[in-house]
């Protein structure tokens, strides 16, 4: 097709049609894939390899403790299983025996301690850990073949608990602090102190789709990997690594994940490697999939944490100090648990504001699988802290908790801990006073109130939270995206970028930004499959950021396009004696259009035709980089976060006093993501990240038993929200006048941040046990808040009297 | 070697050299039908969730739904099956309704779970004639990431919408004018080395029986939604199976002047459509066993209940299962049948169930017997009560779960009293020593409180993931007490669970 042959005149309605438009930056859509999600023509990594027909299958063997040497390893059992392929142990490994992203401190086969006088033997780490994997050509034989292996272990006792960790100097690290004031002295002049410590469990991610690598090896021996990872670039690293080959020779693809909620940023490694060392030995292709049960005994989880807490306060509620000693639970190796701590730590404000506060923080060293990356990222570790202390203030002083915790909200112009100013800080309040009104929520306290009266067994609880989130990675160099966008001659498009997709609706968010950046339908837009070799060196998908950074550089790159486009635009709808400028040209809908004249058009397809002809680059990379952010760890002091994310949320239960059970009977929740995007998935975003809030907090207990073993290992005994929980009136309202400057489109980073609107369910569920027993005093309910929990909270309000 | 026939979205299928300890979502996905999604293998998820065409209680066809991965491939020989793939129009490449409307509003996140919720969405439009979409058809689906409002609002936007194009031209509506032909008797074999697997799914009793009688070491299958667990989690591999899903003595359903007779296979699903009719409420027999009706909503998700029967949970015989407690506050009795080699005839003994727990997972059931039918003699007792307490309000394990089945006189003292509880100890249990000291009270906390204490001192509960020893003992007392609460207290409420 050629420039001459599509020319035909465009009907000036439609012309004026594309001026008056609305941009698809804004529009309420659904998913970009959710018509293939519905047919199942949606594919994910394990997929693609089982429609590859006679790829290898990969299982692992497992070792029974969680603290052990390895005496003996014996694989060739194994080998006579039919259709076992072969066995790959530690010297196998071609390169580097090490996945962890932070520190070469996770074996992907055990090896040996280092260090002189140490053990030859090789350390078995946590329970579970992976000693062989057998390949077979069928899952099945894959599966005999780790049955007939031998392996004999003397165990070792093993460190479980933070609290053992804690008794016995068992850390990762220590000495992360922020500090402002003076909280001794705040604390010794107070008129009320109080002081407590507790426990919060960890979290499954539980996304649908378990891990899963699928390799294989091109005819120059390079590695192609497809891969569950939330982190391509860091895959492709770490699958370098272990092979001992340059960075080029491995491309790492990510086409959709089911699911990731930083359970994949770092967690996918070990077994890409392994189905990469597998194809690479084999010649073959090779998938790694694991079941359910594996999955949750091989990979990390959101970090339990230990708090013990100090704070000082006036008669009002108001905080005037607080001492706060987080421990948290770091398993066999650092992996992330370094900047999860450290945002723990910047969140243990939420949105109060505190005058004087030290925060010390440290990262137990325990047997247990390597906890990571999970949505919060230690933020509603620490802020669950805040909120445990505002409760007992109110309570202790005979106060409503509401009342408490808007005295304490940031009010404009004050700074954090870290002495960061909280810009836009009266939305807080904002969203506190609309979510009040939008609720209901004096009346119903009047109605709750009622109720509990005349209901003995049965109390109903209320709650209203708050939230702000810092947004941007704490580590500053991850805080920059690439993108590349390239034209067809047809003027259809491709956008490919550095982020991934796991249902969070980021590829929705691109296509429209990228649509819109180029003034095409979003139907002329395809977001490619991730690739390293499209993108590289990019950052985890992760920390919420993945429309702020990847979407500000897939726009930059349609800046620079569209800029080459405007200016023969321009001149080709110039005419003699009336010159059309650049400037005055408007991309939309398929069309370039003069604002002054719109008989002045060309369509996209057109101008892009005639612009190859023309010689001018019709791709272009992008690039961004998140301006004004800095941190000084060690004074704990500077802007680690570019802007806040606000939210508040009102949840009411209802709680059985003979068993504990509950139910959650409404919930409104108000969040700030800026000039939404896209307002369908941003909703989604945030009703998804409340219900998996509120199975953190509540239902999904995690347990290990005395040798290290999770006896919580799958959907059976793991619970996780179901329809059943979903509370029967659900409004979520999106804050209004809430525009971001500086950020792409206006808008708000919103993967993280509602996830802590939860905390009103758990402060609803003490609410309606304070109403057991005689009236007043604290709450003590562990956390998370099972219905065993619960009981026992009403048991010891019962038994005060 | 035999083959494996079926209709797998309107095409034939014939597998062949398929192992019988192979499910259904295994060979789906492993013959690159990836559309339907492994979440758990251990049907707790939905991920997995297809459509067969099968029989309701009145006999007419409809689109059934279950987990992929709770049906061993020999269970599918003879049946129609669709999966999310199946169900747009290829011809005028649309979306079906439930795809357009979880698609179009949001029901739709990573997608992984999204196959299974569209498969139960689309059994419960064809399964309801009328009214609200029951929540239960999604409440055995687990999705992640959205929260299940809009799948939620998805679900009553359909019932809608089939109302509305009642009459219009529906070929999924088409196929169920014609009921399913019962299941032909089967076998499947397949040699694996010198290893010979056999799956055996008889038409007749007898012929079940029989081949019992000749190879007790059968694995025996009645709804499978335990033995595929094993199969997928434990890699548990049966050379022997007996399948008692064609068996057509099982599915038999009888309200007779003595007893209700529930045939060991029917499944739960079919036995709940009995006793409650979503948007019209319990039936006649629904009010006079309220126990099952409490029972059965909370007895894991209609995805399981949909292939389990109280068959196969008295068969395994889990001291957590939820059948047993309440089947023994009602004084059911099982009927187990046998072969006589003799005159080639079915023989047949009736156990109380009150006997037929002996161990953990030990039961008076010899390796020759089958679970023929679980009857509830009448009269029914006219208060009846089952109390689960679990992490998870549905679909969940019960950490303890209490039935209680009492009769009292016109003076409203006790003159029966049943007890029975799961998930405190090695059995399912029932305290008989609590019973005779309900006798003669009303009820009334003041009587309840001490002989709740003493019935907590009579169980033996473990502390296990699911809860403490001492919550199981506490919980003991408080369903007691709340049984005194809730039949004696006016203003009982009903709003919480248990």
Known sequence: MSAHDTKSPIDPRRAAHALASVPNVGRPVAHESADAHVTGAALYT???????????????????????????????????????????????????????????????????????????????????????????????????????????????????????????????????????????????????????????????????????????????????????????????????????????????????????????????????????????????????????????????????????????????????????????????????????????????????????????????????????????????????????????????????????????????GQTTHYEQEVVHAERLERAFSELRASSAFEQRRAEIDAFNATSPHTKRGLALTPVKFGISFTAKYYNQAGSLVLVYKDGSVQVSHGGTEMGQGLFTKIRAIAADGLGVPTSAVRVMPTRTDKVPNTSATAASAGTDLNGAAVKNACDTIRARLAELAASVLSKPGSDCTADELVFRDGLVVSSKDASRVITFAELVDRAYHERIQLSANGFYKTPDIHYDPVAGRGRPFYYYAFGAAVAEVEVDGFTGMYTTRRVDLLHDVGDSISPMIDIGQIE???????????????????????????????????????????????????????VVHGSKAVGEPPFMLAFAVREALKDAVASFGAPGGVVDLASPATAEAVYWSIESRRARG | MSAITFELDGAPVRAENVDPNTTLLHWLRANAKTGTKEGCAEGECGACAIAWRANGPDGSARWEVVNSCLVLMPSVHGRELLTSEGLASRAEGTLHPVQRCLADGGGSQCGYCTPGFVVSLFGEMYRAREGAFDPESIAGNLCRCTGYRPIREAAEKLAVIRDKSRGAPDPFRDRLATPVAPLEASEHTITIGETTRSFARPSTLLDAVAILAREPSRTIVNGGTDVTVEVNQRHKRHDGYLSLEGVRELGQFEDRDDALVIGAGISLAQIEERLHVHAHGPTALGRALPMLGELLPLFSSRLIRTRATFGGNLGTASPIGDGPPALLALDAELVLASHDANTNAITRRIVPLSTYFLGYRKTARAPHELIEAVRIPKPYASLQRFYKVSKRRLDDISSVAGAFAIDRGPDGRVTRARLAFGGVAAVPLRLTEIEQRLLGTRLAASEIEPLAIAASQLVTPIDDHRASARYRKAMVVSLLRKLAFDTTSPSASHGVSP
């Not at chain 1, 038993?705 to 179901?722: E, F, H, I, V």
């Open chain 1, 688 to 742: 998804g990240a409340f219900a998996q809030g509120a199975g953190w907090l509540t239902q999904e207990e995690l347990v290990w038993d005395r040798d290290g073993m999770l006896r919580t290992s799958n959907a059976s005994t793991y619970k996780l929200p179901s329809l059943g929980e979903c509370p029967p009136i659900f409004n979520t309202t999106l804050l209004r006048e809430a525009r971001a400057d500086g």
């Open chain 1, 46 to 412: 394990d997929d693609l390899a089982l429609r590859s027909k006679n790829a290898l299958a990969c299982w692992p063997v497992c070792a029974p403790h969680a603290h052990a040497w390895l005496d003996h390893l014996d694989v060739t059992p194994a080998l006579s299983v039919p259709g076992v392929v072969r066995v790959l142990t530690a010297k196998d490994v071609p390169g580097t025996n090490d996945t962890g992203p932070s520190r070469l401190d996770e074996p992907l086969f055990p090896r040996a301690a280092e260090g002189e006088g140490a053990d030859p033997r090789p350390e078995i780490l946590f329970h579970a850990m992976p000693v062989a994997w057998v390949i077979g050509e069928s899952e099945e034989a894959a599966k005999l073949g780790a049955a007939a292996v031998i392996a004999r272990y003397t165990p070792r006792p093993p460190v479980l608990a933070i609290t053992d960790a804690i008794a016995s100097k068992s850390f990762h690290l220590e000495g992360m602090k922020i500090r402002r004031g003076e909280p001794e002295h705040a604390l010794e002049r107070a008129p009320h102190r109080l002081e407590g410590s507790f426990e919060m469990g960890g979290q499954e991610h539980f996304y649908l789709e378990a891990h899963a690598s699928f390799v294989y090896v091109d005819e120059a021996g390079s590695i192609f990997v497809h891969c569950s990872t939330q982190h391509p670039t860091e895959t492709q690293d770490v699958v370098a690594r272990v092979l001992g080959v340059a960075k080029n020779e491995v491309v790492v693809q990510q086409l959709r994940m089911g699911g990731g909620f930083g359970g994949k940023e770092t967690q996918a490694n070990p077994f890409a490697c392994v189905a990469a060392i597998a194809a690479v030995l084999t010649k073959r292709r090779v998938r790694v999939r694991l079941d359910r049960m594996r999955d949750m005994q091989l990979s990390g989880k959101r970090h339990p944490f230990h708090a013990a807490w100090k704070a000082g306060f006036d008669e009002t509620g108001k905080l005037l100090a607080l001492d706060v000693q987080l421990t948290s639970d770091g398993g066999h190796s650092l992996d992330l648990s370094l900047p999860v701590l450290g945002r723990a730590l910047f969140h243990i404000d939420n949105a109060y504001y505190l005058p004087n506060v030290e925060v010390r923080g440290r990262v137990a060293r325990t047997n247990k699988i390597s906890n990571t990356a999970f949505r919060g990222f230690g933020g509603p570790q620490g802020m669950h802290v805040i909120e445990e202390v505002m409760d007992r203030i109110a309570r202790t002083l005979g106060l409503r908790p509401e009342v408490v915790r808007t005295l304490n909200l940031y009010r404009k």
